[in-house]
């Protein structure tokens, strides 16, 4: 059975970094597609970011140039690098991929 868990979150200071990871099983993931989701209070649940199988990522343009994708398939694990985070990203982080979701991660940015 397929599952994605994630870790990395917590409460930043607005300007401040955090790393998400999700850590896949199952024997596929190394030829899926994997995407971050996120979903403030009140708001419907977005794409973030996602990368291609070989590495082609792509970002909602509230992120660009802040967040970075990348994926390690030997270890089956995923990554978002947060950069330059604002208040405005404060929502439980999602990752996806293999037709199933993580449990979801919260990011807090407050001073």
């Known amino acids: 059975q397929v599952q994605l868990v994630e870790s990395g979150g917590g409460l930043v200071q607005p300007g401040g970094s955090l790393r998400l990871s999700c850590a896949a099983s199952?024997?596929?993931?190394?030829?899926?597609?994997m995407g971050w989701y996120r979903q403030a209070p009140g708001k419907e649940r977005e794409l973030a970011a996602s990368i291609t199988s070989g590495g082609k990522a792509n970002y909602a343009d509230s992120v660009k140039g802040r967040f970075t994708i990348s994926r390690d398939n030997a270890k089956k694990t995923v990554y978002l690098q947060m950069n330059s985070l604002k208040p405005e990203d404060t929502a439980v982080y999602y990752c996806?991929?293999?037709?199933?979701w993580g449990q979801g991660t919260q990011v807090t940015v407050s001073s």
């Open positions: 199952g024997s596929f993931f190394s030829i899926v597609a």
């Open positions: 996806q991929g293999m037709g199933v």
